[in-house]
């Protein structure tokens, strides 16, 4: 490659940026709103009431399985996080495998009450997506996002590189001048929050690390199980005896394990063989309960409620790797780091969308033919507008399909995902077939008017608006509600901003006509 | 605690962009002595350490730089979207 350095690295940046930028973009948003998953989830079931009272939630999920479901393989129960209120529980029939765990799960309130919520999969939707996507097979998904996000480490280096005036463009900001203004928002929204960044994106990959790199653990292991009860402990499930016994309250083992952890509150609480003499009870800690992510998992004889010994501290690479997903996560952030968190999340995303669009900004000056672009130049520009201003879209269809969709719909929660998808596919036909300009000032629109529309939609359907939820106090659900209508207002900003841009080729061609 | 690391953060971030000509002539209409500059400057840089000094205090060293980090950030964001508005 000749050139120096920077000339090498800037094309670096600009190929492997544009490549997977749009799956970034999406990865960035998703990802962003998954910082207040817990939250979206109390949103999208506003069914679940009560507050947040980890002991009422698991009592009355055993209390239920007792029940309904005695003869259960395995009970598993998910205690609300520290900013959720229900707790999801579920059982596994004999033969049953745990991809079938939506048929025996329900939902328990604050008030320890099983609650008949509609079918939903919330903000952990979001979460998924992030990583998993949607439509493709997990596996695959997987594998596209670690590529983006191996471009996108690729990507901030080679950017620090380039961008020789770092440090002289720190706090630059200039509007209104084209290009530069674009390049200008693009390094600001990458160099502010670039510890950030970095983090996020070599954390990421460490997340699904024994995926992408599974040579090591092929090398010393004879199979991936062997690894995993290295890793993480062996998991045996307890032989049944045959005989019943009575489980001791559940109250009593959720105390002991707090003491053991010195008030770190439990996350998951399994229970294989319920109901039989040699049953157990293991309480992990909660994911949330520190900067290590991967909470330690106590064992209890059921009958006796008696703590089995302590499992060997993790070691060093294990508990480094689960710190660094922690960090990723931000499972373990208060409430202002959990906004700072959510703040470079908006900025990493601003950072893709500047990059996307600096991409065509940078070569519409130098079109042969202004009025024909070449195709490229449409693709990359016709992409741009439909994920940028497509996505959003989506998501907000996707709020407003938790709200307008019948109950008793089958498969509800896949139809709210499916919305999200038609939404966002409306808004990349308008992408298409409408004049470059006037398609972002109308998708954009749209965007906002959807997220304009999801509060209103909420008002319509729920007693727990936006104006109720403000003189109750409930501030979940209304910082939910302004932030759909801050989100609103930031895409009409953009909107309005594009309607009165003035045309750079047509600018361009008076002043050749003139000169 | 947590607030004074905020504060420092931005007071530090706004006291480093005076430190830089192209910020004083766009910002204040004229260019600080060089003397002035540079003191500006380590007042700055002193902030920026207080603030992580006040976030250590207050959450530890680990989850403090944490949130320090998002603190610096914060400030820097605020402070160019200011410096941008105040320009002249």
Not at chain 1, 68 to 93: D, Y
Not at chain 1, 175 to 185: E, P, T, V
Not at chain 1, 378 to 407: D, K, S, W
Not at chain 2, 29 to 55: D, E, F, I, N, Y
């Amino acid at each position: 490659m000749n050139g120096g350095i920077r000339q090498s690295m800037a094309w670096l940046h600009t190929w492997v940026g544009l490549l997977l930028g749009w799956l970034l973009f999406l990865v960035f948003v998703t990802g962003t709103a998954a910082y207040f998953q817990d939250e979206i989830t109390r949103w999208m079931q506003p069914e679940v009431r009560g507050q947040h009272d980890i002991d009422a939630g698991a009592e009355g999920a055993v209390a239920y399985m007792q029940k309904h479901a005695a003869n259960a393989e395995q009970w598993s129960i998910e205690l609300p996080g520290e900013r959720a209120v229900a707790t999801t529980a579920f059982w596994k029939e004999k033969g049953e495998t745990f991809a079938q765990w939506r048929d025996h799960a329900f939902l328990v309130d604050g008030h320890g009450q099983k609650v008949d919520a509609r079918d939903t999969l919330g903000g952990w939707r979001l979460y998924r997506m992030h990583f998993d996507l949607y439509y493709l097979p997990v596996l695959w998904a997987r594998w596209l996002v670690g590529l983006a996000a191996m471009f996108m480490l690729v990507a901030i280096i080679s950017g620090v590189i380039t961008h020789k005036k770092i440090f002289a463009d720190f706090f630059t900001l200039r509007f209104g001048k084209g290009q530069r203004s674009w390049l200008d928002g693009h390094n600001l929204t990458a160099v502010l929050a670039l510890p950030f960044h970095f983090m996020i994106t070599y954390t990421g990959l460490v997340t699904l690390a024994a995926q992408y790199m599974p040579w090591g653990v092929s090398a010393a292991y004879e199979n991936r199980a062997a690894y995993y009860a290295d890793a993480f402990g062996a998991d045996e499930a307890p032989k049944r005896s045959g005989s019943n016994a009575t489980m001791a309250p559940i109250a009593g083992m959720l105390k002991q394990a707090r003491e053991t952890w010195h008030g770190a509150e439990p996350g998951y609480i399994f229970v294989p063989i319920p109901g039989d003499a040699h049953g157990v009870v293991k309480i992990i800690r909660s994911t949330g309960a520190g900067m290590a992510t991967r909470g330690e998992t106590l064992t209890f004889d059921a009958a006796t409620g008696v703590m089995h010994a302590r499992p060997p501290a993790p070691g060093a690479a294990r508990e480094t790797e689960s710190v660094m997903i922690g960090l990723h996560a931000g499972r373990y952030a208060p409430v202002l780091l959990r906004w700072f968190y959510f703040l470079c999340g908006l900025a990493g995303t601003a950072m893709v969308a500047t990059g996307l669009v600096l991409w065509t900004s940078k070569r519409r000056m130098q079109l042969p033919d202004p009025e024909r672009p070449y195709f490229g130049f449409r693709l990359v520009e016709r992409m741009n507008i439909a994920t940028i201003a497509g996505l959003p879209f989506g998501i907000a269809c996707y709020f407003m399909a938790n709200r307008l969709l019948p109950m008793d719909v089958v498969q509800r929660p896949n139809w709210e995902a499916n919305w999200l998808f038609i939404g966002w596919g409306v808004l990349c036909v308008v992408a298409i077939v409408r004049p470059v300009k006037r398609a972002w000032v109308e998708t954009l629109s749209v965007a906002a008017a959807g997220f304009l529309a999801v509060p209103v939609v909420d008002m319509m359907t729920t007693d727990r608006g936006l104006f109720v939820s403000l003189w109750r106090g409930d501030m979940v659900f209304a910082s939910f509600d302004l932030m759909m209508l801050a989100l609103a207002g930031l895409l009409g900003f953009c909107a309005w901003k594009v309607h009165n841009r003035k045309d750079v080729v047509r600018v361009r061609r008076k002043k050749e006509a003139v000169a | 605690m947590m607030l004074l690391c905020l504060l420092t953060a931005l007071l530090g971030f706004a006291a480093l962009s005076m430190g830089m000509s192209r910020h004083q002539r766009d910002v204040l209409g004229k260019a600080l002595p060089a003397a002035r500059t540079r003191s500006v400057k380590l007042a700055g840089w002193l902030l920026l350490a207080a603030s992580w000094a006040a976030a250590i205090a207050s959450d530890g060293a680990a989850l403090g730089s944490v949130y320090w980090l998002g603190a610096l950030t914060f400030g820097a964001l605020v402070v160019a979207l200011s410096v941008t508005r105040l320009s002249r």
